[in-house]
């Protein structure tokens, strides 16, 4: 388990601009990654649960 795990990633917009995007965790589809933002916009989870379950995750 790795609790220091940290993901960054570089988003580019349309225009030529860019985001920098902090990865919070790691997805086997694109449902479950709906299901978290989802969770996360309505209050549902914090970003510190969502860290906290991509720390216990395997690294591959």
Known sequence: MNENRKGYLIHETSDDHYCLCKILNEY?????????????????????QILKEYSKKEVY
């Open 28 to 48: 086997n589809s694109e449902e479950e990654a709906e299901k978290d933002l989802i969770d996360l916009l309505t209050h549902h989870k914090t970003e510190k």
